[in-house]
C-alpha cells in the first residue's frame, strides 16, 4: 500500500477538534478525516527524497547534540584547570581521563541513536 492509516478514537469532542486543527495546521502535509468521534489520518509511505532529507536532518540534529557535549566535556576540562594547584597531578590526570571516557560515552550513545534513527527511516 502506498499509504499508512492511522486511527484514534476520541471521546471529547472539542478534544478531538483540537487534534484535528493542529494535524491540520503542522506542516507535515497530513489531512486527517473526523467521524463519529473517530480521528483518521492517511499517512504517505515516505519517498526516497523525503527519507533523504530526514536522514540529513537526523545527522544534523546528532552533530549539534555532540557539540553540546563538547562543550560540556570542556567545560568540566576548565573546572580541572582551575584547581589544578590544590590538586595532585595524578588526581588532574585521573579526573581529565575520566571527563574524556564520559565524553566518549556520550558520542557513542548519540551515534547509537542516529545508526537506529537511519535504520528506521531506511526500513519504513
Known amino acids: ?9 476520541v471521546t471529547q469532542l472539542n478534544v478531538l477538534t483540537a487534534i484535528d486543527k493542529a494535524i ?6 497530513l489531512n486527517p ?3 463519529n468521534g473517530m ?3 492517511p499517512v504517505p509511505k515516505l519517498s526516497q527524497e523525503h527519507r533523504g532529507n530526514l536522514s540529513k536532518l537526523c545527522h544534523k540534529t546528532a552533530e549539534q547534540f555532540k557539540v553540546r557535549v563538547r562543550g560540556v566535556r570542556k567545560d568540566a576540562l576548565d573546572m580541572v584547570k582551575k584547581v589544578e594547584k590544590q590538586i595532585s597531578k595524578d588526581d588532574k590526570q585521573r579526573y581529565e581521563k575520566q571527563i574524556q571516557t564520559e565524553t566518549d560515552k556520550f558520542v557513542a550513545k548519540i551515534d547509537e541513536v542516529l545508526a537506529a534513527k537511519e535504520k528506521d527511516i531506511k526500513d519504513n
Open 33 to 35: 478525516v473526523t467521524e
Open 24 to 29: 491540520r495546521e503542522s506542516d507535515l502535509g
Open 1 to 9: 500500500s502506498s499509504r499508512v492509516l492511522w486511527t484514534l478514537a
Open 39 to 41: 480521528l483518521t489520518v
